[in-house]
């Protein structure tokens, strides 16, 4: 047993903010209860003290790439959950675009035998079609029998909106939501960041908004048409919100997260260092102020890392040439913490739902702080300053462009069933 004592629990579930102790009994959670009020004999309980710390469910981290199988060498299982954990995060769900790409339930067997004992949950989400390729739909079903808990050709969109179609509805005959990329190729083509006056003076090949709105508004077509649950992986352009926004006044099932550079950096912020190129890229001053006033009043349903490894052998050349992605788990909360509740744009109860109840309604699960749920926990400090060293973390990965920030707040502990995952000292 693990008693968490004195903690400030927030709970967005149960609309719960209050003093509580939190007993945990090996992978569930037996009690919670006012201070001192557990019911439970906690003789011979481990305890740790909370006081001054938040303690809230385990943060769910919609979007992530661990690399396993096929380039071990920038990240794994292994190391990617170790480095989640120290962002407070308790359970991951990974992307397909692996190598090979995992299509099949047969990766989906490995990719969760790989991870039982990993310092975090992992939920991986399949391909929506074959390779990723957009021609031919994956076995989407013998993955979902496997674990899977959703599908998306990320990198990439699904190619057709014929194919996507087929997606939907197969999906919804499985009861799992379709991720998209959202991202017309054909606008994208060759672009390394998005275009404006600095990819001008920059002199890179720009894509406009358009290249993700064109995508959202296809999709959102598509599910008028089939009913089907969407959920938009990295929303990056107000255009796109929008889009979001009346599917939702519809009544339909659409969904977006957001990731923390999206609402931290804009397109001004890119110099030739590729710690500064990912996809979608950086946007625009007036995206990055949409984007926050979705995360704050609803539109947007989830943070998302995007924690996307690439070993320095890859990353460190030419803008052009550097492949898209950052590292995302142990900065996020820190960056929320400082954009979004610092800054009073949002409440942090309202902060704690985005990484907890609302990625896991994504999922179609629910998640809340009381007897029976899972033992999940991420317990985090509002005032304590640290600052990142890239260099410290377990990643194999050091593509951060937040690398020497300084934070105040962040991870102090993460629960995974019941074991201590993560702890600062
Ligand atoms: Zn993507």
């Not at 009690?31 to 305890?47: C, I, N, Y």
């Not at 890179?204 to 969407?230: K, S, W, Y």
Request: a negative charge.
């Amino acid at each position: 047993m693990l008693l968490v004592r004195n903690g400030r629990v927030i709970d967005p579930a149960t609309k719960t903010d209050a003093a509580l102790d939190v007993l945990l009994d090996g992978d569930t959670i037996a009690e919670v209860a006012a201070p001192g009020k557990l019911s439970r004999d906690t003789r011979g309980a481990e305890t740790f003290d909370a006081a001054g710390l938040i303690v809230a469910p385990g943060f769910i981290d919609l979007h992530v790439h661990l690399r396993e199988p096929g380039q071990e060498s920038s990240e794994t299982i292994e190391t990617g959950t170790r480095s989640a954990a120290r962002g407070g995060f308790t359970a991951v769900c990974c992307m397909p675009n692996t190598k090979p790409v995992h299509d099949n339930a047969s990766i989906t067997r490995f990719i969760l035998d790989k991870a039982k004992n990993a310092a975090a949950h992992v939920w991986p989400i399949g391909a929506a079609s074959v390779g990723s390729k957009g021609e031919a739909i994956a076995e989407i079903a013998a993955m979902k029998a496997a674990g899977i808990v959703a599908v998306s050709d990320d990198g990439k969109p699904i190619a057709t909106a014929k194919l996507a179609r087929q997606v939907m509805d197969y999906c919804n005959s499985l009861g799992i939501p379709v991720i998209e990329h959202s991202e017309d190729v054909s606008l994208a083509a060759g672009a390394v960041m998005r275009e404006g006056v600095t990819s001008t003076r920059l002199g890179l090949p720009g894509m406009p908004a358009a290249a993700e709105a064109v995508c959202v508004a296809r999709d959102v077509q598509l599910v008028e048409l089939t009913g089907a649950r969407l959920h938009i992986a990295h929303l990056s352009a107000k255009a796109s919100l929008d889009q979001v926004r009346w599917a939702k006044s519809r009544g339909l099932r659409v969904t977006c997260e957001v990731t923390p550079h999206h609402f931290t950096l804009i397109d001004e912020d890119v110099t030739y260092d590729s710690r500064f190129k990912m996809n979608p890229p950086l946007a625009s001053r007036e995206d990055r102020e949409a984007l926050i006033a979705g995360l704050a009043d609803g539109a947007v349903d989830a943070i998302a890392t995007d924690h996307a490894p690439h070993e320095p052998a890859l990353k460190d050349v030419e803008f052009d040439r550097a492949p898209f992605g950052i590292l995302g788990f142990e900065t996020a909360l820190g960056l929320a913490l400082e954009q979004l509740v610092h800054t009073g744009r949002i409440k942090l109860q309202r902060m704690v739902e985005l990484f907890t109840t609302g990625p896991a309604r994504v999922l179609g699960m629910e998640r809340k702080l009381a007897g029976g749920q899972p033992a999940d926990l991420t317990i985090f400090s509002t005032t304590r300053e640290w600052t990142y060293d890239v260099k410290a973390s377990p990643s194999k990965s050091r593509n951060s462009p937040f690398d020497g920030r300084t934070f105040k707040g962040g991870p102090v502990a993460t629960i995974v069933a019941g074991k201590i995952a993560f702890r600062a000292n």
